[in-house]
Every structure is written in C-alpha cells, then in structure tokens.
C-alpha cells in the first residue's frame, strides 16, 4: 500500500522518503536555519522538519534535581532541561519563513509538536504531516490531539514496548488518523550500529500494518542503507551545515556531502531490491556469449576422433555447453573443422 504527503508517495513503490531534521542545529540563527534548508534542498533531501516548542510548554524552569543534567556521558551534562530547550527550540516566528523556503526549493516541510499549543500553532501553517518525538510517543493526549487533524503522523518508537506501541497506533487510529508511519528508533545520542537492532523494521509493519522507516541517530549511512534493504520506506536523519561549527545536536548530524551520499544509496539500495529472479535478465541476455563453450582449439581432419587435445572449454559461448564434453570426447569429426571452430552437433559423427 502506498500513502502520499503533499503527493509524494511513500511506500515499497517509492524510493525511501529522506526526511533533514534541522532540530537546534540552526544555534539561534534565522539566517544559518535558512542555509540549512538550502544545504539540505541541494543534497536531495525530500523533507526539512523542525520541532515546534518553547522551554515553558517542555519542562519547569528550575536548576537542580531531577531537572539537571549531570549524566556525565551525555552530550548535554551540565545544563538544566529549561536551559537546554531555551537554547535549542525553534522560535515560533521562523518557522513560516523556514517552510516557505523549503517548499521553493520543492522539500515537504513539517514539525513535531511537543503540545497542544504547538498542533494549534502548526494548523495555521497548514504543515502535511506530523512527527511525534520517541519521548512523546506514550502521551496518548498529545497523539489524539494530532491524530484528530486527519494528516499522516510520523511516529518514532524508540524506548516503546510493544504494549505501548499498539496503545499509540489504536488511539491515533481511533483518533482520526488513517496514514501512519512507525520509525524504528533507538534513542541514545549518538546510537551505535550494535544498539539500533533494525531486524524490528519488516516485524513493525506486520504487527502494525503500518509503513516502516528508520529514525537514525547513528554515524555515517551504512545502517540507513541497510534499513532500506529491510523494507524501510522513510530515512530521518539529523542535519546540519559542519558538525565542527557546533550545536545541540551537531554530534550525531550528517553534513552535506553525507546527506547527498545517503539519498543516492538508499535509493540505489531500494533499486536492488526488485524481486526474487532466477536466469538471466533483459539486460544479462547479451553478456550470454561470454559464458563457456566448446570450441576446437587445433585443425581437426574429417573422421579424426574429438579429445581433450583439439577441444576445449573456453569463451565465447556460441558452442556447445560444457556439459557435452563426455558425450563429445571420442567420436569422430563428420568433416574437417579449422582451430577457432565453435562446436556445434553438425560437426559430431
């Protein structure tokens, strides 16, 4: 089956949908936001999404405690959680400018709201679609309040349990929502190639029903790639202009160069795929010739007996198949055949 956001079809028909996810890579710049879409329009990306929060609709403004990061392995130890969301949310005020440049340059924009507030706010921008965030995808309110636009719904699903997942897809189904991708998702920054167990994907879309696809927090495009093989239809993937130049997210985020590589082999990957084939193809039939045959390989006189010494297997392939070698060893020549000969039947007595 295949759905469509903004008439771009999504599905096992289509080459996989690369979505750029700007998140706070912009680092509190309108004009380095818009470069992103820019960057990310001319490396092939068919969709720029952003979030749409404040630090307020996220979490309480407070220091200490549990809303402290001090986990010294994360990216963001350090920092309070408002601080956090305070310097990597999208103001609201850029996001039209920042869609508007996405759709001149043909890319689908859209966003993942964190609130009511946020679906309201992103109605009015008329977005195609929603994205729900892995760390929202068990706030039921939140997915009815998306669910209820109608629009097709990106749900990440990483940390969810099969029980919660099936809870999330009944309630936007019930909702109102009849297009639903689930994203594979592992939800440590960045992920390694070992944790991200995409074997999942093709058992998400037959527990679901569903399309499948891949939010990939890994380096590089191996595992996107292998996704692909493994029946995702959606690749998202962090972006930013050079991870060198920092941000909240600039870790794990691909570059340009890597977002273009990504959309020509998973489209490549998606290709290979075809079907299960067995003989030659179209496109084999004339690389036949080069296959092995039996050919005369010195000047044979009429009646002089075939052996390993005037025939052999070789290339081209307009003789006799190897296998006839047995069947051809020992029986006499009906005339007189010159090195170079083809092997044919006519020639065997």
Same mark, same amino acid.
Request: hydrophobic share 30%; with cysteine.
């Given at each position: 089956m295949t759905m469509y956001i903004s008439g771009r079809p999504i599905g096992r028909n289509a080459a996989p949908f690369i979505i750029a996810e700007m998140s706070g890579n912009h680092n509190q710049s309108l004009e380095r936001a818009l470069a992103i879409v820019d960057a990310a329009a001319k490396a092939g990306a068919h969709a720029l999404k952003i979030q749409t929060y404040t630090a307020d609709t996220m979490t309480l403004d407070l220091d200490e405690g549990e809303f402290f990061i001090s986990d010294p392995k994360s990216l963001w130890k350090g920092n309070s959680l408002y601080k956090l969301y305070q310097e990597a949310h999208t103001p609201w005020e850029w996001h039209k400018p920042i869609f508007e440049r996405a759709r001149e340059l043909g890319m689908i924009p859209f966003s993942t709201p964190f609130d009511d507030t946020a679906v309201d706010f992103l109605e009015e921008l008329n977005v195609p679609c929603y994205k729900i965030a892995s760390f929202e995808n068990t706030d039921i309110p939140l997915i009815r309040k998306v669910a209820a636009t109608g629009k097709p719904m990106i749900i990440s699903t990483g940390m969810a349990s099969v029980a919660e997942l099936d809870e999330t897809v009944r309630a936007a189904?019930?909702? /109102?929502?009849?297009?639903?991708?689930?994203?594979?998702?592992?939800?440590?920054?960045?992920?390694?190639?070992?944790?991200?167990n995409i074997l999942t994907i093709p058992h998400l879309r037959e527990l679901f029903g569903t399309e499948v696809g891949l939010s990939?927090?890994?380096? /590089?495009?191996g595992v996107s790639v292998a996704s692909v093989a493994l029946g995702a239809t959606v690749i998202e993937k962090h972006f930013t202009l050079s991870r060198a130049e920092g941000g909240v997210d600039s870790t794990f985020s691909m570059e340009p160069e890597e977002m273009a590589n990504l959309v020509v082999e998973t489209e490549r990957a998606w290709q290979a795929l075809g079907q299960v084939s067995y003989g030659a193809t179209e496109a084999e039939k004339k690389s036949m010739v080069f296959r092995r045959s039996l050919y005369v390989t010195r000047d044979i006189a009429k009646g002089e007996l075939f052996s390993k010494q005037n025939i052999r297997a070789i290339r081209p392939g307009y003789g006799l198949a190897p296998k006839h070698m047995d069947r051809v060893l020992g029986k006499e020549a009906r005339k007189k055949i010159?090195? /170079?000969?083809?092997?044919?039947?006519?020639l065997v007595g």
């Open positions: 189904r019930e909702a /109102g929502c009849n297009n639903i991708i689930l994203l594979k998702c592992t939800s440590t920054y960045p992920a390694t190639p070992e944790n991200t990939d927090h890994t380096m /590089g495009i010159i090195r /170079g000969t083809a092997l044919t039947w006519d």
